[in-house]
């Protein structure tokens, strides 16, 4: 056991705040506590979580207490936001504050806006875990689905795993791409036609894992794959794919599993409903020659997209998947609480964000939370890249725009571009739309003479 409570809380807000070697031990507790679960009433006695959902949620709230309950917590629940001070306008900053400052000793929270959680976190005195923001990320999901792909196949590293339905709406699909590809498993997209994967997860999957884009032959998938042009996403390096693919492209042999999800409906937009059946997975996809050793895997809540006839196949592993998500809050909570050590070095602490000082706010994302909680939390950016300059949103990780960048330090403006603005301290980096923008605000260009300087 260590400290009673960290001083510096750690949250779980995206998969990329747990390391490999966090995760392969926690993977270590929730075998240990899916053994006996009756029997760790006094790791987490007198602590309790609260559940703050503003959606719907069975699985990972009710996971989440019977895993804080197990563990001799209490729990304190908001499943209904709409019952509480929300419907007064009260924000989610104030609800944190007051929610973290007393009442509990960790925070789930599932939002609708991306980066919910993560503001939270900004707020809290407490551990926040992100149980889904929008269709950002679900971290929590993507450690129980790790964690059954472990318990199943014994290891994650170079796996084939199918993601298959609305690539470009669910957040469990999100966050396990990227785990897959710090992991080096292979994925192989099968979308629904008009639900690829974005744009920004396919991009940041390039550019931090290498991941290149492969056009997949899934004939093989059989009906599955049928309706939809298949992408394999590898992070293998160009000269060990060579040995496995032509000028063709990918093709399917055997994958290791079937990551299948629902139409996420709630966030499409009217114009996107789509008259096209949406993929489904029946006992005559099961018979596909490479899906014969290939478990199935869904979040789940499912809607037809796996026929109930699936159920009893041996490979269908969902319902054990949901079952595996008490013994893996379990370790996750008792972690956060600082009540089990996971014994491995701390990962690296993230970049620091700065705000952005004023104007419009340069996030292109309409869902992400500083376009609605203004009053608190103003948009705030992380750099990606030095030269040239490019800065994402530190809510919902999105690549914003911007036309210039100031130094306050030396009241200049220069192009992104500009050599000089690698020579800017990160502290004095401000983001602006353009000249009039760096006007008002007193920033002069580059060539002009410093007013304040004597003569
Ligand atoms: C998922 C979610 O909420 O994103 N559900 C869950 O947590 N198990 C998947 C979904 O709703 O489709």
Redesign the pocket.
Known sequence: MSQDHPASPRHLVSIDDVSIEEMHALFAHADRFAGNPRTFADTCPGFISASLFYEP?T??RLSFESAMLRLGGGVLTAAEMTSSSVVKGESLADTIRVVGGGYADVIVLRHPSEGAARLASHFSPVPVINA?DGSLE?PT?TLCDLYNLHVERGRIEGLDVVLAGDLKY???VHSFAFALARFGANIVCVPQPGFELPEYVVKRLHEEFGVEPIRADARRLGNLASNSDAVYLTPQKPHQLSLFTDARGWEVQQVDAVYM??P?TERHSSKEMSETQYLRLEKRAMAAESLRDAVVMH???RRDEISDEVDADPRSIYFKQAARGVPIRMAILSWLLGRIDLDVPLPKAAEPSLAVPSGPNPCPNPSCISRTETRHAGPRFHVISETPLRAACAYCTREISFGLVGCSSTGVYHAPGAAAVGQIHFHHLVLLEDEAAAVRLGFRPSAAPDPSARA
């Open positions: 949620s699985r990972t889904g679900h999901q669910s957040r469990t999800t629902r996420q979040p789940l809540p």
